[in-house]
């Protein structure tokens, strides 16, 4: 295991923009309980534990209108 | 002049004709109300003018130019306030109404001052929030800004007040009598005390046709009953004033509702002046004594019957 | 032409507000800097949880790879988010009425679809530069001039083109459809059509498909450049063709 702690420095780009997507869509689920379907728990799942295409599936059909 | 003429109207929907031959004309500088029931087809007209709807027959022409269904020319010569406006909610006002400026082809600085302007008119001015967080009636005040922003010479109104409480229904109603000035108003509603408030002419859409349609004093005129009312406080008085052989003569032609009794009469002057001498002799005093005026919902009710 | 700009505009500041902005650029951005990652690092990866005692060839990696890695992950997964994206473009007005105003204002109606196809072209061009500067920077950091190929840079052009006529198609969709799940399916009837037509071999040569899927096979010098030619004029007739379809059909649509 010690090969993935020598690549960290090349995937730290990678991880941090998973984390921006991860951390800005759960903001986002957070701040407006609002949802086109389903509910705070299961968008909160999909964005925390599918990588890349959860937060990009709750920005394209599960935000709710802002209040 | 007329703003809008809509001559011979027809629209089917299914097997349900909403629209059979609907023909109306608003004049210049009026105010016009268009009522009928739920359902009696006044979206509907009004969405055939703007050219959101198809019509199935007849003709509609907004100062003399018509109406046709997608792409229409007319359309620059309306502002339109649906009955739910719905904006750009990430957008705030000033950006909003910079957009609905910059589309119909106006110059920045006209663009600032007639925001400002428009943005003082609805009580929306210095709002900076984003239009996502408006209530019912900001978004409703937010629609008439946007439905006046290129000068409309025809405002058209889908319910203005229908989905507000009673405070923004009175705001919405003063701005509107503000406009009259500027330009001709159609609005549709079936809230009867809103016609009576600002509108000087009206039409009552029915089964598909206008039943009703002219001057609101001139339509109260034609109905207009020789009729007294007289009310009493107490069941006694009413009772005395019944009995009283004075007032036989008056009371051949008269209806007794509850504590008030209606009196017809073909000379009204006369039965008043005899009336309260009657009155006076007796000692009989009423609560009230006045003329009968048609009320607006009489006559909607008659029109629809 | 004021019209046309002020509505573009609209549509970047949307993009920008609903966070679509923020998703397309960075899931580009991963993908360009995933790519040169995968090819560099995935025969160690993989040998390294190879169970002991098992062996396999594995050759060293080269730019190649790279840019192979590329190619797939635009094509494949690239595409999708962008499709995904855009497919809600024309839904989210009708569903909600929000182009009621504009239109009632004069604003002519093919004006609100050209205006869209400008702004999901941009948004897909930008993305797409951002995802190929970054493929190009690692690719380059590891493989130093090896990173310039031959044909490189038509291969590039053919798969941006390629996007190029998809969200055409996905604005013809978005018009046609009322929801943008109606869009996203028209959108992939389309491509599988395409992927259909391919086994024929005499429309093969035509096909539009052709620019993502023969990127790879010029990069490792099987085919001519020429091959692009007639993939190329189809997909941009086609392009011209789904938007003119599309101001046809949105002039006469019930809003």
């Known amino acids: 295991m010690n090969t993935l702690f020598e690549y960290l420095p090349i995937l730290l780009p990678v991880i941090l923009i998973q984390l921006i997507l991860m951390v800005t869509a759960l903001v986002h689920v957070l701040r407006h309980p609002n949802y086109r379907f389903g509910n705070k728990v299961v968008w909160i799942v999909i964005v925390v534990f599918i990588q890349i295409i959860g937060p990009i599936i709750y920005f394209a059909f599960g935000r709710g209108e802002d209040e | 002049m007329n703003v809008l003429e809509i001559e011979d109207l027809k629209k089917k929907f299914g097997s349900h004709q909403v629209l059979d031959g609907l023909s109306i004309a608003v004049p210049e500088h009026s105010v016009f109300g268009f009522l009928g029931k739920n359902g009696a087809g006044k979206t509907t007209t009004m969405k055939i003018v703007l050219g959101l709807l198809q019509s199935d027959g007849g003709e509609v022409r907004v100062l003399g130019e018509k109406s046709v269904y997608g792409q229409n020319a007319a359309n620059r010569f309306i502002g339109y306030l649906p009955d739910v406006p719905e904006f750009y909610s990430y957008m705030t006002p000033v950006e909003y109404l910079r957009l609905c400026g910059q589309i119909t082809g106006m110059k920045e600085k006209q663009i600032r001052l007639k925001s400002e302007e428009l943005l003082e008119l609805v009580g929306l001015k210095g709002v900076k929030k984003r239009i996502g967080g408006f209530s019912r009636g900001m978004k409703q005040r937010l629609g008439i800004a946007q439905a006046l922003f290129n000068e409309p010479k025809l405002l058209i109104c889908d319910e203005p007040t229908s989905a507000l409480d009673p405070v923004g229904r009175r705001e919405v109603l003063d701005i509107m009598e503000q406009v009259r000035e500027k330009t001709t108003v159609i609005f549709s509603t079936h809230v009867l005390t809103d016609v009576e408030r600002i509108c000087d002419r009206v039409a009552v859409l029915n089964n598909g046709k206008t039943v009703m349609e002219g001057r609101l004093d001139e339509i109260r005129d034609r109905h207009r009953k020789n009729a007294l009312l007289i009310a009493f406080e107490r069941k006694e008085n009413l009772k005395r004033f019944i009995e009283e052989p004075v007032f036989r003569k008056l009371l051949t032609a008269s209806k007794k509702e509850g504590c008030q009794v209606i009196i017809e009469a073909a000379d009204i002057e006369q039965a008043e002046s005899e009336l309260i001498r009657g009155l006076n002799e007796t000692q009989i005093m009423p609560s009230r004594l006045e003329i009968l005026e048609p009320s607006l919902e009489g006559l909607f009710m008659e029109a629809i019957q | ?255």
């Open chain 3, 1 to 255: 032409m004021r019209a046309y700009a002020a509505f573009t505009k609209k549509e970047f500041t949307e993009f920008t507000r609903t966070y679509k902005l923020l998703i397309l650029g960075l899931v580009f951005l991963l993908f360009g800097i995933m790519s040169p990652l995968a090819a560099k690092y995935m025969p160690e990866i993989i040998s390294q949880f190879m169970p002991a005692g098992m062996e396999i060839e594995v050759s060293a990696p080269t730019a190649l790879d790279s840019w192979m890695q590329f190619f797939k992950n635009i094509s494949q997964l690239g595409l999708f988010v962008a499709v995904i994206l855009f497919g809600g473009i024309m839904s989210s007005e009708y569903s909600r009425g929000t182009l009621i105003h504009m239109l009632t204002k004069g604003l002519p109606r093919r004006t609100v679809v050209l205006a869209k196809f400008t702004a999901a072209s941009l948004l897909w061009t930008g993305a797409y530069l951002l995802c190929f500067g970054a493929a190009y920077g690692y690719t380059w950091f590891y493989w130093r001039s090896d990173a310039n190929m031959s044909g490189l840079s038509v291969a590039i052009a053919a798969t941006w083109l390629f996007g190029i006529f998809l969200l055409a198609i996905t604005i013809l969709g978005s018009v046609l459809c009322r929801n943008s799940y109606g869009c996203l399916l028209f959108t992939g009837i389309a491509v599988v059509l395409q992927f259909l037509l391919n086994m024929l071999p005499k429309i093969k040569e035509f096909n539009p498909l052709e620019l993502i899927t023969e990127g790879t096979p010029l990069l490792q010098g099987q085919i001519e450049t020429g091959l692009f030619l007639k993939p190329t004029i189809i997909a941009c007739v086609g392009t011209l063709l789904c938007v003119t379809l599309s101001c046809i059909i949105f002039n006469k649509k019930k809003l």
